[in-house]
């Protein structure tokens, strides 16, 4: 008889300054583990995301944050798909000489990787960003113009057909700022994640169609001791092909049953996450279907919110190559305590004759 395929949620929280998967990409090794175990590998952008690098995983499905919410909340279902048809939308605050870019990284997914995308879209106002960080440490931002964004999409899903949309938003250039120095030597929180989210999450809450977000940044001058888990984001001008790839066969939102691939959370079977970042709306929604929680200890993040006061019961792992172990046992139908010494069973209760 033939088993449902397993299906596995890693999560890995934006902005909050994670160990592992806080950088430029630096998750995604965790990420093809883990698709090698599970049959449905369910993620977010900045899981996957690594500026000009990127590692295809047939079996994965990148879901922007507002929809894997959606998702875990069982509002929305995911449904497969073999090829988008990708918008690229471009903040008119980005100068002539970095848009020139963009359009270049974007052509060159064309030519190279075959990708399918539509023409681009100028916003008809500069979007505006601003960076901010919270009192927790997190990183968050806003965007001036969000109207003119959701006209730019519009265009694009409406006259050009564009299934999935990617944006290219001009952010404010800091090259002294504490911040971005930490953030280059493997320290402290992405400075632009938080704001990042704000862009995606507008579109995909509006259209209900994946969205994802590369920032445009003039190049910073190199750096002798910048870090491994940073250097990805510094090997060009532009961080578009990652954000290409992944929108291009990402799956599209549903909101009712139709076909019998398509993905809910009640098929969910797994869900890994920092031990620290129990807080997101997508883990407590399916902290209530009673899904294996596997709360990683050393992927440390700002954050202080474990699992046990939220009443969110987890198994605490030491390492995401434990978290691996435990998903192996899980998908198999054997108990991690096996895989120990046990002790004998126990009686429970005696039960009274009546």
Sequence with gaps: MNQRPYTVILIVPTGVGAAIGGYAGDALPVARAIASVADCLITHPNVLN???????LPNAFYVEGFGLDKFAA???????????????????????????????????????????????????????????SSTS????????????????????????GAEVIAVV????????????????HGQGVDPLAGAEAVISHLVVRTFQIPCAHS???????????????????????????????????????????????????????????????????ALLSLSQLGRQIIAVEDNKTQLQVPPEPLGIKAMRVNSYLEA???????????????????PSLRLSTQLRSQ
């Excluded at 691996?324 to 046990?342: E, F, R």
């Design 74 to 132: 069982g509002c929305w279902g995911l449904r497969p798909v073999h090829q988008n048809r990708v918008g690229l939308i471009l903040d008119q605050g980005i100068e002539p000489d970095l848009r020139l870019r963009q359009l270049q990284a974007a052509d060159a997914t064309r030519a190279t990787l075959g990708l399918n995308l539509t023409d681009y879209v100028i916003t008809d106002a500069p979007l505006g960003a601003t960076l901010r």
């Design 169 to 184: 938003a001009r952010f404010p250039d800091d090259t002294d700022s504490v911040a971005l120095q930490q953030y280059r």
């Design 324 to 342: 691996l172990g435990v998903l192996v046992a899980h998908k198999t139908g054997i108990s991690p305590a096996a895989l120990s010494p046990i």
């Design 215 to 281: 920032p445009a940044l003039s190049p910073l001058p190199l750096d002798p001791d910048l870090s491994p888990r940073s250097a990805a984001e510094e090997l060009g001008y532009t961080f578009l092909p990652s954000v290409l790839v992944g929108l291009s066969r990402a799956p599209h939102f549903v909101v009712e049953p139709s076909l019998s691939n398509d993905i809910w959370a009640n098929q969910v079977d797994a869900v890994v996450i920092p031990a620290t970042a129990c807080g997101s709306s």
């Design 137 to 160: 440490g997190a990183s968050w931002g806003t965007i001036a113009n969000p109207a003119s964004l959701l006209r730019a999409a519009d265009v694009l899903i409406n006259q050009a």
């Design 50 to 56: 690594g500026a000009q690098l990127y590692w295809s």
